[in-house]
Structures are given as structure tokens and as C-alpha cells.
């Protein structure tokens, strides 16, 4: 029982329509085939719908040439039967490839195609992540601690639902000898059955016995056989001696509890299928239906629940069920505590391994950024979600479509970014703000660089704004001193209602701004705003975090950015 160590899987981001077209510097490409199994490869579009087969060739002798008349662009070796390789065609290139076919991801070798030679540098990075990660759940899966924990949080997670179905049986048979002794108490006062009452009082207590019997026999049972599967003892590494403690005191007082259930309830068991057997013998002999024996059976079913062993019996129950209902919450921590030394060694590994990827992810990210002009980055740049490196996708977007405008998925992706909603997503850097305050003082977003800020876009008319007003003032008064801003900027049209709403809703801060544009405000079209209210936090860096936070969640996140 372990966790698995995240996997990484290479990602080809070439996912759009058409190609751009233009006179092209021929090219020649000659690849050399390891392992070879195929005998003809077509090149043809990447990306788009549709196929479109730029050239064609066979593989004779592990080999195959063609001379190409391209845009620079990423295209497709198909070799059939989905198998296929990316690669990216340079004008003027005379570029050679080394590829294996058991591994069209990966380049062998590359002569004369920077283009390809980074992809290559990526794939190798991407390749080392695999391989670390192979190692590691290797590692993982052979450490002897891990094994030795995941087979004891098994085993104790056993016990304890065994431990669990034991004690529905054990109380459920003292139940059952609680019926009996009502029965008695209600039809044997005297320590005697009227004549009247006899059928009645023979039915019910046939019937509670053969409850008790039917109870107590699992529990037998278990207490014949539990030594020879719970022996917890045996084998323990050194340390964690608390975990040790707690689950040995669990086991005694469980094993402690049953043992004490035993010594009550194992007489009257005993009892209960001596009278149950004596039963079927006189019923089948036909002997049952005389009161004689009606009477001897009764006396029997007297004699063995005693008045007097009444209240000893009722005291261990309660000791027992006490007992139990205190041991459920030790039982869940003696699982609990297994499971978590077992995650304590799975989070070694992930620690390792998420050293290592933080490291081999920062060289892809700068081998990105130095290749920022190459049109071979698309098949990269989603490696790193644009939530979480939108300043990576902006800067090499931008960068491609400097080179490329025409390229379609430049093209869309550079409008997407470039889009209010782009420029205001999760991860992105505020966009700039500078708009007059109530007394015609200009005041800029970029002032409080080094602050967590919320910008706040509502007005006096909203009714939902003003509602969370309270909240933010609560947030603003709680922080501030610890370095918490808020921009508020207003959607009114009138200057005074707006300033009357700051006032009396009590928005103390400094930062308000507004044009007094109404829908028309510029600063709602810069960041895509269209209902309000609506509010974008930034970290320290202007860095856009979380949006239209309510309530407790927008405390919570000011306060986790504040720790930081």
C-alpha cells in the first residue's frame, strides 16, 4: 500500500487549423532509421484538420531523403498506423537525423537543425524525468520500511474492522441475555411460569437463546483463533516507539475487553445450546407438548439466568460497551498513525523526485526562453499550464508573433493572451491602472508593487457590492498593517453618490479610483469586467492569484499570501 510518485507524459502542443504559406529556401532532410520496421513515410501537416502530405518517401537501407520547398513550420513524419514523428522543417536547413523507430519521441542524433537540436536538448530533459521517476517508484516499491509499514497498516486496518464486527456481536449477545432476563422478570417473578404463560414464555426464550447462540459462536470463534493471525509484535524495525505504545495498548484493551465478555457470557452460551439441543431432543420425540416437560424445560431456562447473576452480567456489559465506544477513536489513530509513516517514506521519495523535476523543469523553461523565437517552442510551452506561467506564455507568444503574425496558432494564441480576459487570468501580471481618486488625484495600480492588493470594481448603485463591503473593510482593517492594499475602482456616474457610498459604507483605504464612465469605464474594458461585483487579488509581485473571492475565502487567501 503506497502512493504512486506523479507521472509525466510528453506533451505536443500543435493543435490549430491551416499553415502559412510563403516562398521558401529549399531544404533537404535526411534521416537514418535505428531498429527499422517501416518502408514508407509520408510528411504532412502537424496540426489543423484534415491530412495534407507535403512529400513522400521509402526507407531503403534504414534510410530516406527529401528535398523540401517549406514554411518554417512543425510537420509530421507518418510512418502509418498512427506512428509518427514531429519535426520541424527550416528553410535553407541540409538538416540529418538519427531516429529510432521503437522510439519515435526521442532524436538520436541531429546535425545542422538548431531548431531540432533543441527539441532534442527538451526531450532528453523530459526522457530524465521518466527515468527518475521509474527509479524512484522502483526504489520505492523495494524499501523495506515501506513494506514493512503498508503490511502493518493492512493488518491493523483488519484487526480493527474485525475487532468492530466482534464487538456488534458481543453486545448484540448481551442484548440478548438482557431479553432473557426480562423475560424472567416479568414471567418468573417467583422463580415460576404460570401455567398460562407457558407457551408464551417457552417461544420468546427459545428464541432469545437461539439469538445468543447465534451471536456468541462468532465470538467464540475469534477468540480461539485471533492469536494466530494478529501477532503485531514480531519483526519491528527500531524507532517510532509511540506508534508502538499506542498500538499495543489498543490491541490489550480490545483482547482485555472481549476476554472479561467471555468470562460472562461463555456459562450462558454454554447454557443457552444445552437448552436449545434439549428442546429439539424432546420435540423430536414428541415429548414437548406435555406440561411435565414444559415445566422440567423452564426450570432449566431458570436455573441458568439466575436474578442474582442478573446484575453481574449488566455491569461487565456496561464496562464493555464503555470500553468500546472509548477504543474506536485509539482504533482509528492505530490506522491512522500506520498510514502516515507510510506516507512519511512515500513523501521522501515524492520530495526527491520533486526536487529533481523542479530543477529539470527550470532548464526546459530557460531552454524555452532561449529558443523564444524558435516556432518549435509550441510543441513545448504546454508542458507549464498558462494558469500557472502566464508571464513563460506571454513572453514567448509575444516574441513568436513578432516572427510569425501570420502563423494561425501564434496568431489565435497571441490574441488570446493579448485579450482582456488573457491579460486577466490566473497567473498573469495585473495590468496597469491609473485613474483619478475623488479629489482628481491620479493613483496607479503600480504604486503598491510589494503589497497583496484587491482590486475591487463596484459603485454605489450595485446592492451585491455594497453587501460585501463589511467584509472587505473587516479584511482591509485585519491586514493592512501587515501589508494588505485595496484598488477600489467604482463604476458610477455620479461623483457625488460615489463619494457618499465611500463614506458611509466606511472604506477607509486610499485607493479609490473611477472615471466616472459608468459601463463605459476604461478600466473595466482593460480587465474584461462586465458584472460586478468583481475582484482580482494580487500577490507581492502584481501577480493575479484568485478572483471574485466572498466571505472567509477571501480572508483566508489574503492571509495565506500575507505568510508567505
Not at 491586514?479 to 484598488?487: C, L, N, R, S, T
Request: proline content about 3%; some cysteine.
Amino acid at each position: 500500500m503506497f502512493a504512486k510518485i506523479k507521472k509525466i507524459a510528453l506533451v505536443a502542443a500543435v493543435l490549430m487549423t491551416g499553415l502559412w504559406t510563403m516562398a521558401q529556401t529549399p531544404s533537404t532532410v535526411k534521416v537514418t532509421m535505428l531498429n527499422n520496421i517501416f518502408s514508407h513515410v509520408d510528411l504532412i501537416n502537424a496540426y489543423g484538420t484534415g491530412r495534407t502530405e507535403y512529400a513522400s518517401a521509402d526507407i531503403k537501407d534504414n534510410m530516406f531523403m527529401m528535398n523540401l520547398k517549406l514554411a518554417n513550420d512543425i510537420y509530421r513524419f507518418d510512418f502509418g498506423d498512427e506512428n509518427y514523428f514531429l519535426v520541424v522543417i527550416t528553410p535553407g536547413e541540409n538538416m540529418e537525423l538519427i531516429i529510432d523507430a521503437e522510439d519515435l519521441q526521442n532524436i538520436a542524433s541531429v546535425t545542422n537543425s538548431p531548431s531540432m537540436a533543441f527539441v532534442q536538448d527538451v526531450t532528453g530533459n523530459i526522457n530524465r524525468k521518466k527515468e527518475i521517476i521509474d527509479s524512484l517508484n522502483t526504489a520505492l516499491q523495494k524499501d523495506e520500511s515501506q513494506k514493512y509499514w503498508s503490511k502493518i497498516t493492512q493488518e491493523v486496518t483488519n484487526f480493527r474492522q474485525t475487532t468492530n464486527e466482534i464487538d456488534n456481536y458481543v453486545t448484540a449477545a448481551f442484548d440478548n441475555v438482557d431479553s432473557i432476563h426480562l423475560l424472567i422478570s416479568l414471567f418468573a417473578p417467583n422463580n415460576k411460569v404460570k401455567s398460562g404463560d407457558m407457551d408464551y414464555f417457552i417461544s420468546k426464550a427459545n428464541q432469545h437463546l437461539k439469538a445468543l447462540d447465534n451471536n456468541y459462536r462468532p465470538f467464540a470463534n475469534y477468540l480461539e483463533n485471533s492469536n494466530m493471525f494478529y501477532d503485531f509484535r514480531a519483526n519491528r524495525p527500531t524507532g517510532n516507539n509511540d506508534y508502538y505504545q499506542l498500538l499495543d495498548d489498543y490491541i490489550f484493551q480490545a483482547k482485555d475487553r472481549q476476554n472479561k465478555a467471555s468470562e460472562a457470557l461463555s456459562p450462558l452460551a454454554s447454557a443457552a445450546k444445552a437448552l436449545l439441543s434439549e428442546r429439539d431432543s424432546l420435540t423430536y420425540l414428541n415429548l414437548f407438548e406435555k406440561k411435565s416437560a414444559k415445566a422440567s424445560w423452564i426450570a432449566n431456562v431458570l436455573a441458568a439466568f439466575p436474578n442474582d447473576n442478573c446484575e453481574k452480567v449488566q455491569f461487565t456489559e456496561a464496562a464493555y460497551k464503555l470500553h468500546m465506544n472509548q477504543q474506536k477513536s485509539v482504533g482509528a489513530n492505530a490506522v491512522s498513525g500506520a498510514q502516515q509513516l507510510v506516507k512519511t517514506i512515500v513523501n521522501h521519495y515524492q520530495d526527491e523526485y520533486n526536487q529533481t523535476e523542479s530543477s529539470i523543469n527550470a532548464s526546459i523553461k530557460q531552454a524555452i526562453l532561449d529558443n523564444q523565437s524558435d516556432i518549435a517552442t509550441l510543441m513545448f510551452l504546454d508542458l507549464f499550464p498558462r494558469e500557472q506561467n502566464a508571464s513563460l506564455h506571454q513572453t514567448v507568444i509575444n516574441k513568436l508573433h513578432e516572427v510569425y503574425p501570420t502563423h494561425p496558432i501564434v496568431k489565435e494564441r497571441y490574441s488570446i493572451l493579448n485579450s482582456p480576459a488573457g491579460k486577466t487570468s490566473i497567473g498573469a501580471i495585473a495590468p496597469e491602472l491609473a485613474f483619478p481618486d475623488p479629489e482628481g488625484k491620479v493613483r496607479k495600480l503600480s504604486d503598491l508593487r510589494g503589497k497583496v492588493v484587491l482590486i475591487d470594481f463596484w459603485a454605489s448603485w450595485c446592492g451585491p457590492c455594497r453587501r460585501e463591503s463589511p467584509n472587505v473593510r473587516n479584511v482591509y482593517q485585519k491586514y493592512h498593517d501587515k501589508g494588505f492594499e485595496v484598488f477600489s475602482v467604482s463604476l458610477d456616474r455620479d461623483a457625488a453618490n460615489w463619494k457618499k457610498a465611500i463614506k458611509d459604507d466606511g472604506l477607509v483605504w486610499p485607493n479609490h479610483v473611477s472615471d466616472l464612465k459608468y459601463w463605459s469605464s476604461e478600466a473595466a474594458a482593460i480587465y474584461g469586467v462586465r458584472s460586478i461585483p468583481a475582484m482580482f487579488l494580487l500577490d507581492r509581485e502584481g501577480r493575479i492569484v484568485a478572483k471574485d473571492l466572498r466571505g472567509a475565502a477571501l480572508e483566508n487567501a489574503v492571509r495565506e499570501l500575507i505568510n508567505q
